[in-house]
Structure formats: C-alpha cells, structure tokens
C-alpha cells in the first residue's frame, strides 16, 4: 500500500525546479500577490493531479501521478511574447525533465514516454497577463518497505 502524501511529490518537483529554472516556484496554485520578481521574471506553478495506488501485498509500493509544471511569462511591451524568457523556461523546464527521467533510481522519477505539453494565455489573479508553457508528465512512486 502506498502511504505517500501527494506533499512529498510536490517537493520532489519543487526540488528539480526550484533555482535550476526558476527561485519563482509555487506549488499548487499561483500566489494571490505577486512579487516584482514574479511580474517581471515570471514564475512556476506545480500541479500533481491524483494519486494512483499500484502496490503489491509483498512489500512493494508503487504508484503515479500526472502533474503540471505550468510556467507564467510576462509579455514584452503592448503584450508581444517575450520569446527570449519563453525560450529560457522552456528549455530549463525540457532539461529538468529529461535529466528526471534518466535518473530513475531514486523513490520517484518522471516517466519518460509520459510526456506532453502546450502552449496559452493567462491572467493571473492580479490581473497581469502571462503567456504560459505547460508540461505534464507521470511521476512514478517506486518504495520497497
């Protein structure tokens, strides 16, 4: 049986993201007041959707959960993208990723052909505009107990 809080996998993400991409990450939804940082900068939110349950009466815990890495660029005068910042988080977000999925030795890991991701606009609760990139992947949960 799996006794993971979905806590811990937010802190898992949080760790691969946090100042490798980003010193703005938030978990869950975005901050109700933004920082000058988040405005200018732009930030991260992570989601993780539900938790899966695929373990075994011998010991062995497994599980999966899809989430969300959803990153907020702030536009450029007169709401052009910031294809530079756009291009920035993306590719930090594709590198944190893919190094992620390599790495399948720890107690959670992505799960590589699980991956998917696109591309809108947003307004953020404090009504700024934000062009976002979305990438949701599967993060399995492998424990021996």
Same mark, same amino acid.
């Given at each position: 049986?799996? +006794? @993971?809080?979905?806590? @811990?996998?937010?802190?898992?993400? $949080? #760790?691969?993201? $946090?100042?490798?991409? *980003?010193?703005?990450? $938030?978990?869950?939804?975005?901050?109700?007041?933004? *920082?000058?940082? @988040?405005?200018?900068?732009?930030?991260?939110?992570?989601? !993780?959707?539900?938790? +899966?349950?695929?373990? &075994?009466? +011998?010991? /062995?815990?497994?599980?999966?959960?899809?989430?969300?890495?959803?990153?907020?660029?702030?536009?450029?005068?007169?709401?052009?993208?910031?294809? &530079?910042?756009?291009?920035?988080?993306?590719?930090?977000?594709? *590198? !944190?990723?893919?190094?992620?999925?390599?790495?399948?030795?720890?107690?959670?890991?992505? /799960?590589?052909?699980?991956?998917?991701?696109?591309?809108?606009?947003? *307004?953020? #609760?404090? #009504? +700024?505009?934000?062009?976002?990139?979305?990438?949701?992947?599967? !993060? #399995?949960?492998?424990?021996?107990?």
């Amino acid at each position: 049986m799996l +006794n @993971d809080s979905r806590i @811990d996998i937010y802190d898992y993400l $949080y #760790n691969l993201l $946090y100042d490798v991409v *980003t010193k703005n990450v $938030y978990s869950m939804r975005e901050p109700q007041e933004l *920082t000058k940082s @988040d405005t200018e900068d732009g930030f991260i939110v992570i989601h !993780v959707g539900d938790l +899966n349950d695929e373990g &075994e009466f +011998n010991g /062995q815990a497994y599980g999966w959960a899809r989430c969300y890495i959803e990153a907020f660029v702030p536009p450029i005068t007169r709401g052009r993208l910031d294809y &530079e910042k756009y291009k920035t988080f993306e590719d930090g977000i594709n *590198t !944190v990723i893919k190094l992620a999925t390599e790495d399948n030795t720890g107690t959670y890991f992505i /799960q590589e052909g699980s991956v998917l991701s696109m591309d809108a606009d947003e *307004t953020s #609760n404090a #009504n +700024n505009s934000y062009f976002t990139f979305i990438k949701s992947f599967i !993060v #399995n949960i492998d424990k021996q107990e």
